[in-house]
């Protein structure tokens, strides 16, 4: 009887391994006819750590999607994204990319994430795909090859810009430097200030470190409330900006927040409130529902009717990202990867919703102008527009 | 570090303490009972802040939002207790451990896919001011936290020292079979447990979404975590320890960040876990276990 | 060797190639973590952060040593095992579910000191680590460790092991210094987590400490349990299961990860001793088969 009911459960065994290696087969089929359609491939995470900016970017590229298929498709195709999840880890990552490959796409979108890109852009690369990451600002990515590129404001130019812009515009000497230790972009982001501030001869007072996740400032903020600066400059994400803030205004500082664009979402205020009024941003994007123009403008009023909330900046930035490739397609008049790689490194003045887009002669991007947008009454306004100089 | 900063610092630190010890509190006393380690309490938890910022949406003030999440984590608790360990009891120890590994992961994902995978704010819902008192400042939501967390911890000392229902916990977890021998229903008893566990968690969930003003499905993840080393660090199984050892972990982790040791957050609760267990292992409340021949 | 991935790659799809490598690497480490809880029975709640040693320590000596492969992997694994007993000592004074929580702690610390160190690239990572794994590399390594682990648990020490996870007391009576058998299994376990690490690390190219927190560890830890505590062929069932089921589940889209965790549940409850436990293989299959002879000689006879 025992022994029975152990080899049942051993058949069963066997049989989920059966259904697995059955399962496998079934997900390879649709390799074959990539003729009719041409395929991009959206790699990110819908759920994990990471979720809450693999989502938006879907969002943003399903929108460009439908807009190019409404206006005729592309080459006289219709468009289609290729989505699947690797819940924010690293070695799922390469698995997703490699299985978007094997399903024939042409360019991939993602990961919004500096990690996984360069996971993602090694395979890309060596299977000559072209990968377009509408999120990854750290350093390494372009340099993986000429199949890698990206559509982020680059902090490297935007920083020292915005530097200049506070001390000279805003009058301040003085910051205060918070960073999120186990965020590449903001450990990035933290060290491209602290050159450009000591280019500029701004002294940093203190200096905190938090983590995202983390839900409790408290401490880092008393041990900042001692200290005489003009102004905070957080590197981090928007969560962790909102709550850090909200902790200021409990602690009874009235200091205002500047920090990348890694701070661009509705969910700033929606999480602060009043703690981040008065808080800059800068971007490439021109967010301000009332002072932006053209496409911009419509792209926001047809994200908010289709969505029902404000786009951020990963939603932007992943409508231009497939809106680039698409471009690219129809001027090399093929969806070759080889051949289109070449007209989106051509890719100059291209005007985006997240920005004016030209790929240097390193492939870097180049925006310009970066606004700096400051938070007012729960929305975006736009407090200065600032060329960046090459 | 002047006086006013280190004292500003400890409330800073108690706050936090006695919310890692709400959560703890959950952890020590299903470990004291049927030692598992529960891994789904976090989830727990952050299913009460769920449901306690729906309620403040729907315009619930506090109370009312406090006691519908511990009505709800309730019901949540003793069914995950029904169906992913009363089947696995008497079977190897590690058993229901991956059982509740399974559970959290469900947990987390449900809510990620029913409210996104966004932090979403806590409405107002107490005008905050900032009262000093002597050197230091202390805010309505941080007195509304301690006090909280003081009358539920309090109220809960009672249950177990007082009640039959307390006296029944007490005998079970001293030796489960023999409970069961006495008459005792051993299976109402750990229900109970749960039930009483997630009520704390669920108030500690909604404190906490008040007091950071964001609730997010992960939030149960590191916060579970660091409250089960308050658990080991005060003695797991010891309900007095679970309160000592969060209060000791959340200053601890402050005034680590104070000296600018912020990068090293979560690496100050797990190395002070390291040393107590070393130096204490049974905690620093704990009874210490005898090995028997 | 990459030669005849290569190769391999005209016939099978690339995606199942990636799998099955990261399956492999999967079945090194949670070969090693079988080593130390199933064998021994010592809760181990830290075993990828042996994983991170491994793969850091591979990577960086490939890095700036630029040492042949094979090498590099080694001094990985060794450095897992340095590390295993370095944790292993002073926790060995804990027994249960202690040494479990102690482990724990040891591999969040770890994933911090990466996360701030100058030298893994803190929390940006540690990119540019050349491609050197390959399929054939990976199962090598994987058949290699099986065996060690099978000749392992059938010596003297692993007897030896098996009597400590028995009965401790017992075990010292009978002259068994249980410490010291204790440890050698944690570095030993943990050197084949190395191995796993330096494989993931020549993968990928590209680490970053947030792959080796303590989800991971658990996950390894479910694999092995799943599989049946103590048995080789669950430890292989159990991380195929649980390394596949993700993969197979992605047809439930944003319901996968909600499936696998009803799925480790359920497992659970139906094979409370994992698919695998209790069963002795070897024994089942001489069992079948000389029930089949005993079958097929009786009618004749």
């Known amino acids: 009887m025992y022994r029975k009911k152990k080899l049942t459960a051993l058949v069963v065994g066997l049989l989920f391994v059966f259904a697995v290696i ?106 000559g795909v072209v990968l377009l990451s509408a999120g990854a600002v750290g350093e390494g990515v372009v340099e993986i090859g000429d199949y890698i590129y990206r559509n982020t404001l680059l902090d490297k130019l935007a920083a020292p810009v915005v530097t200049k812009y506070l001390k000279e515009e805003l009058g ?81 500082l009235d200091h205002v927040m500047v920090g990348g664009d890694g701070l661009l979402a509705p969910a700033l205020w929606e999480l602060g409130g009043d703690a981040v009024e008065g ?43 497939v809106m680039l490739i698409a471009d690219a397609i129809a001027a090399a008049g093929s969806d070759d990867p080889a051949e289109f790689k070449e007209t989106l490194k051509q890719t100059a003045d291209w005007q985006g919703v997240s920005g004016t887009i030209t790929f240097g002669p390193d492939r870097e991007p180049i925006k310009s102008p970066v606004y700096l947008l400051e938070v007012k009454d729960g929305g975006w306004t736009i407090k200065a527009v600032i060329p960046v100089d090459l | 570090m002047d006086l006013q900063t280190l004292l500003q610092q400890m409330i800073n630190g108690i706050t936090l303490g006695s919310t890692y010890a709400l959560i703890a509190l959950g952890y020590t006393m299903v470990y004291g009972i049927i030692k598992l380690i529960n891994f789904a309490h976090g989830d727990v938890y952050m299913i009460g802040a769920f449901v306690g910022l729906a309620m403040v949406v729907m315009g619930a003030n506090i109370w009312l939002a406090i006691f519908v999440a511990m009505i709800a984590c309730l019901c949540v608790a003793v069914t995950i207790e029904r169906v992913a360990y009363r089947p696995l009891r008497g079977s190897i120890r590690l058993a229901p451990l991956i059982s509740s590994i399974g559970v959290s992961i469900f947990l987390q994902t449900l809510m990620t896919l029913m409210k996104g995978p966004q932090p979403v704010g806590f409405p107002k819902v107490i005008t905050n001011t900032i009262y000093t008192v002597g050197l230091v400042k202390i805010s309505t939501v941080q007195i509304v936290i301690l006090v909280v967390a003081a009358v539920l911890m309090i109220g809960l000392q009672l249950i177990i020292k007082r009640t039959k229902m307390g006296k029944a916990m007490r005998a079970t977890s001293e030796d489960l079979h023999t409970a069961s021998l006495m008459g005792i229903n051993v299976n109402a008893v750990i229900s109970f447990t ?100 | 060797m990459s030669m005849l991935d290569d190769f391999l790659r005209q016939f099978i799809n690339p995606y199942y190639i990636q799998v099955l490598m990261l399956l492999g690497i999967y079945l090194i480490a949670a ?137 401790e007391i017992a075990a010292e009576c009978m002259g068994i210094k249980s410490l010291w058998y204790k440890v050698g299994a944690f570095a030993i376990g943990s050197f084949f987590a190395g191995i796993a690490g330096g494989l993931y690390a020549h993968l990928l190219q590209y680490l970053n400490p947030g792959d080796f927190g303590f989800a991971r560890s658990f996950e390894l830890l479910c694999f092995v349990v799943l599989g049946g505590l103590g048995s080789i062929p669950g430890t292989v069932l159990g991380t195929t299961i649980l390394t596949l089921a993700p993969e197979v589940l992605r047809f439930s889209s944003e319901y996968r990860m909600m499936m696998y965790g009803l799925l480790m549940v359920i497992m659970m409850i139906f094979r409370p001793r994992g698919l695998l436990g209790g069963v002795d293989l070897m024994r089942l299959v001489k069992r079948v088969l000389g029930s089949r002879r005993r079958g097929t000689a009786t009618p004749a006879g």
């Open chain 1, 22 to 127: 059955t399962g496998c087969g079934g997900g390879g089929q649709d390799t074959a006819g990539g003729d009719e359609v041409i395929k991009i491939g959206f790699l990110g995470a819908k759920t994990g750590t990471h979720a809450a900016y693999g989502v938006p970017t879907l969002k943003g590229m399903q929108m460009a999607v439908e807009d190019i298929n409404a206006a005729g498709g592309l080459l006289g195709k219709q468009v289609v994204i290729i989505e699947d999840d690797h819940r924010s880890q690293s070695s799922e990552g390469a698995t997703v990319t490699q299985k978007l490959i094997t399903k024939g796409v042409v360019a991939i979108v993602g990961d919004p994430t500096t990690g996984i890109t360069k996971i993602a852009g090694e395979i890309a690369q060596s299977a």
């Open chain 1, 172 to 252: 301040w000497e003085k910051v205060a430097l918070v960073t999120s230790t186990n965020n590449d972009y903001s450990v990035g982001l933290s060290k491209l200030f602290r050159n450009s501030l000591a280019e500029h001869g701004m002294e940093i007072v203190t200096e905190q470190s938090i983590q995202d996740g983390d839900q409790s400032f408290s401490a880092q903020v008393t041990a900042m409330s001692g200290k005489q600066f003009d102004g905070i400059i957080f590197t981090g994400y928007y969560t962790e900006g909102a709550l850090f803030m909200k902790e200021v205004r409990a602690q009874g």
């Open chain 1, 279 to 321: 808080s800059m941003v800068y971007t490439g994007f021109e967010a301000d529902p009332e002072g932006a123009t053209g496409k911009t403008l419509d792209f926001i009023k047809r994200y908010q009717e289709k969505y029902g909330e404000l786009p951020d900046m990963f939603a932007a930035q992943g409508y231009d990202a």
């Open chain 2, 194 to 293: 749960f039930a009483l566990g997630a009520v704390l968690a669920a108030a500690g969930g909604v404190l906490v979404g008040m007091y950071f003003n964001s609730v997010f499905p992960l939030m149960g993840v590191m916060a579970g975590l660091k409250a089960f080393c308050a658990a080991v660090v005060g003695g797991i199984g010891s309900v007095p320890g679970a309160v000592l050892g969060g209060l000791f972990l959340g200053v601890a982790e402050v005034l680590g960040v104070a000296m600018g040791l912020g990068s090293y957050r979560d690496a100050i609760a797990f190395g002070l876990l390291i040393l107590v267990l070393l130096f204490r292992p049974s905690g620093l409340l704990g009874q210490p276990e005898q090995r028997k021949v």
């Open chain 3, 31 to 167: 070969l090693g973590l079988h080593l130390i809880t199933g064998v021994t029975g010592q809760l181990s709640f830290g075993h990828a952060a042996f994983m991170s040693v491994g793969a850091y320590g591979a990577a960086l000596i490939n890095l700036h040593l630029d040492l042949p492969f094979l090498i590099c992997l080694l001094a990985g694994g060794l450095l897992a095992a340095l590390a295993g007993v370095f944790v292993g000592f002073p926790s060995m004074r804990l027994a249960g579910d202690y040494l479990g929580i102690a482990t724990l702690g040891f591999g969040e610390i770890l994933r911090v000191v990466f996360m701030n160190l100058e030298i893994t690239g803190g929390a940006r990572g540690l990119a540019g680590i050349p491609r050197e794994t390959s399929l054939l590399t990976i199962y090598v390594l994987v058949i290699l460790t099986i065996f060690a682990l099978h000749r392992l648990q059938n010596s003297r020490f692993g007897r030896a092991l098996v009597a400590i996870r028995e009965d």
